[in-house]
T-cell receptor
Framework: GENVEQHPSTLSVQEGDSAVIKCTYSDSASNYFPWYKQELGKGPQLIID?????GEKKDQRIAVTLNKTAKHFSLHITETQPEDSAVYFCAASIRTGNQFYFGTGTSLTVIP | DAGVIQSPRHEVTEMGQEVTLRCKPI?????LFWYRQTMMRGLELLIYFNNNVPIDDSGMPEDRFSAKMPNASFSTLKIQPSEPRDSAVYFC?????????????FGPGTRLTVL
């Protein structure tokens, strides 16, 4: 089955700096890669996703890049704000309707 | 849209008791997933349904765990008997199984404590 690894497990940045979280996957058949943000006491919420036919996607301060050859994808958050502090999860999925394979999460702290 | 609804939000029970967690998926969604989250193991998929039919229950840890989806708008996860190691946050998620619309939407979770 698919194996998703996520790094780093914890990340602290100064407010206004950028944060980068990286994930690798093992199954070249994976074609959908969502990112979730989980705040304390809440369920994971989708923040951005990318499909294998796209190399990069951006939504305001958040961007995701995908390298299919190397089987890795990354989340980039620019101009970080304290409200960006949360746990972020990457995931990979092989096909529509199938299960997601989640990374182990990155705890991001943005220091004011 | 109300999103995925889970109940109860918190459950405290004693070892040996039966626990039933409930989930109402987003209206129109046809896939439903049950996850367990712990510090040690992260997010684990327990079981998922497509069109109310269980597709993969390989993540269900033991026979003590069972899940049902009697109709498109309701699912339950039951633990009988419960044990302290079952203490975790249980999430339900739903999605629409259509090409290009795989996104799973999570509920707020049920925090289960087994004493």
């Amino acid at each position: 089955g698919e194996n998703v690894e996520q790094h780093p497990s914890t990340l602290s940045v100064q407010e206004g700096d950028s944060a980068v979280i990286k994930c690798t996957y093992s199954d070249s058949a994976s074609n959908y890669f969502p990112w979730y943000k989980q705040e304390l006491g809440k369920g994971p919420q989708l923040i951005i996703d990318i499909r294998s036919n796209v190399g990069e996607k951006k939504d305001q301060r958040i961007a995701v890049t995908l390298n299919k050859t190397a089987k890795h994808f990354s989340l980039h958050i620019t101009e970080t704000q304290p409200e960006d502090s949360a746990v972020y999860f990457c995931a990979a999925s092989i096909r529509t309707g199938n299960q997601f394979y989640f990374g182990t999460g990155t705890s991001l702290t943005v220091i004011p | 849209d109300a999103g995925v609804i889970q109940s109860p939000r918190h459950e405290v029970t004693e070892m040996g008791q039966e626990v039933t967690l409930r989930c109402k998926p987003i209206s129109g969604h046809n896939s439903l997933f049950w996850y367990r989250q712990t510090m040690m193991r992260g997010l684990e998929l327990l079981i998922y349904f497509n069109n109310n039919v269980p597709i993969d229950d390989s993540g269900m840890p033991e026979d003590r765990f069972s899940a049902k989806m009697p109709n498109a708008s309701f699912s339950t996860l039951k633990i009988q008997p419960s044990e302290p190691r079952d203490s975790a946050v249980y999430f339900c998620a739903s999605s629409l199984q259509v090409a290009g619309l795989d996104t799973q939407y999570f509920g707020p979770g049920t925090r289960l404590t087994v004493l």
